[in-house]
């Protein structure tokens, strides 16, 4: 028998196979569509594929909600298409994000753990097709995912219908590594019962009422593969700031030397940082992440981090080779869960995870800016670090102080867009140092983030603003009229820098 | 046998009794306080006062942490007798708040749900002396609280030494509707096993080792009563739209007519709000909140409400005198819980809470301020506000459109502080109209919000505000010299209304 049709162990399901061209021709103007992919991983790939081919001679508009961001060129090629009504809850592609911020894209920016409830409630109305990426549909009707979990099961459970796109690519391995488990109904759920990283809670698979399956595709396309840029002397600065913090916290007797259960953020600051503990003395770690990076694996190679626990695995292509090569010695030390569980407040609060995401700006004050740049244009969006840094038992923020060869100050006055409030700011971290910012007024808060973490060439006119500020008083003093003067400067001059 | 000595059950303890003056004289320089009481509701009273009385003569400084606002006059002593180093993680007295303002006392503003985990940790440093009001202190040692939860019984955990305030004017029928549980360590804890609002997971009293009470104070002091401004026309018209919007989700199958359980942050607006439900078609509610105010007795009277947790009760003087003197045919509707469990994201999120807070302020795209007047000085304090949008099932926010006689729209094009993000505020309402933003991306909510809720005078020059954003673009389009350009205008001229 055809190798590829064993993969359908569901023996009546193996009709339902048709070509990708043949699904997208189900899909019409206006529905909604759930998509797997997680972090460019475990993404349905040829019919978003088709579905866009079509878009070149057919007008019609679709909705597109996923895991996080899209692999495969699937944004890039929804957008040149115009064929992307609204996207939720998470994208990264350049054209995609130009299309978002022209207006021309409805981008909705949610919280990670959000949208499963926003489907499950019906907030985001019903979904047409969920359209999965799986490794193989078992003999009692399960999607077994791929190297990704992310939202997969909330759409296949609130899907009209589903569309599976069987990956012969991806590693077979990777059945029996994923913990797929349903929150339930809000007023009518129990607690969810995970009590450490490691757990397990739930099905290796998504349950699927099989008379929803609409079709069965075959792909043999390989995940987009992450780019990673090796750490630089700013990024070992902050790795080393970051340390030694974390010392103190040992010797404090809050943390031992296995810490708490680690995420962190994706992105070449947060890869950076967490390659710093490799020749650390922290050891047994555990991660409770949204994705595994290649410094997770590099941290297990280590012998550091002993399970590793998140929503999808995202890796270089030298990496891939080598972890998906030889799966098995990591098999049983990770799990890939919904992106419900890895981010559900309950579990990070519970765990009291130790919680580091990247910055793209803050304020004197300690308000975190992920996401949008001069407060206007969006580059990402919040993904899954609000749902971290307000639960976390530590909540921090990385960046380098400066971007742009010196041209932008990452302090600043005023945040120009907020996405993490004062509240849930915890600690700072830049190549200069790091705040500690717990327990602490705003006040408290300005002189540690100035003299820390700010970058030298640009302390004094914080000084200056700050003690304009003061002067009018105040729990958060500011000077209203300045606050955004620092990006109005960049916008004139090209730099936040006064003359 | 005195009266007051029968309170103490553990004999034992009969000999610790104390003037309020002795334990205060315990007090010294730079020590840390725990006080009971949460919305000025069951706080200690006599010692911190016999404390401030000693601040007339003496120099010395005090941090104070308690569950949320203090009666009794007691931040406004602290305050005058400049006793108070710092302060969290609410308050709400006019002159401790100027002295916050004017950078003389420390105010940290914090998630009500989050200290708790801070004094557990440590971050917050060692608590020298619990001051906890109480009904009794039993035989097997458990001290009863009164007519607040709040933080007292991780205060009694964590502290050196207890000093126990037995108040013979509480109402003696509050024994055994208190629910006390500890959450436990980060890491090494369960789930918390609630499941619904009237379930109970804890003991009635809080567990206490005996050593630790140092000394027991008598106080026949009440509670300082609540100011419920009765419903105005605004007030009601603002219930009519939310109850409009209630309808509109029940029409659409995502709620019945019992809802969800409800939270209602305190204030006038909000009690004014739940007004309105008294005669609507809603029925069999149930109420998980922070604090109970005299609506929710209402609601109960009329058959509305079948049960309410919080973690204070807080009324006007004649509503304490009908509850309380009648307070038998109450006592199995209510529960009241440490203010880590009212407020915990883990409850509120599995419980699917439908939230009502008060916005001070909110921008063009929902971001909220519910702190700072014009970004700078600080009225009480975030409260609960955060725990609650960010977890409920439905995140709504209430505010009159205009302030200070329509000098001030509530309704700006940037928040001059911002407490709650757009990804955590759903529904907005004002006496105007209400605003659903769920699943909106931020234009689409611009124009919802301006012809929905703002008041329409000032509706013409945020058009205007807006179109020449949109011609600079972007996901957010804003023109950020001219972001706080209202607030400014109106300190200049006195009135946020362009010429």
Known sequence: MDNKLQRIRAEELRERVVAAEEAASWISDGMKLGLSGFTHSGDAKVVPHALAERGKSERFKVSVYSGASLGADIDRLFAEAGIMEKRLPYQSDPVMRGKINDGEVWYVDEHLSQTAEWVRSGVLGPIDFA?????????DGMIIPTTSAGNSAIFVK??????????????????GIHDIYDAGVQGKRGPIPLENAHGRIGTIGIPVDLEKIRGIVFSDRPDSPSEIVPPDEETERMAGHLLEFLRSEVWSGRLTNSLAPIQSGIGTVSNAVLEGMIDSEFENLEVYSEVMQDVIFDLMDAGKVKFASASAITLSPEKMKQVYGDFEQYRDKLMLRPQEISNH??????LGLLSINTALEFDIYGNVNSTHVRGTKIMNGIGGSGDFAR?????????????????????????????????????????????????????????????????????????????????????????????????????????????
């Open 158 to 175: 609130h899907a009209e219908n589903v569309i599976v796109e069987i990956n012969m690519a991806q590693p077979t391995g990777f059945e």
């Open 131 to 139: 359209i999965i990426e799986a490794l193989a549909i078992t003999e």
């Open 345 to 350: 407040p309950e579990i990070i609060r519970r």
């Open 391 to 499: 639960n976390a038992r530590l909540s921090i923020f990385v960046t380098r102080s400066t971007a742009k060869d010196g041209k932008i100050s990452s302090i600043v006055p005023f945040a120009s867009h907020i996405d993490h409030t004062e509240h849930d700011v915890q600690i700072v971290v830049t190549e200069q140092g790091y705040a500690d910012l717990r327990g602490l007024a705003p006040r408290e808060r300005v002189p540690l983030i100035i003299e820390n973490c700010m970058h030298p060439m640009y302390r004094g006119q914080m000084r200056a603003y700050y003690a304009e500020a003061l002067k009018r008083g105040g729990q958060t003093p500011h000077v209203l009229e300045q606050a955004f003067s620092w990006h109005t400067r960049f916008l004139e001059t090209g730099s936040m820098l006064e003359e």
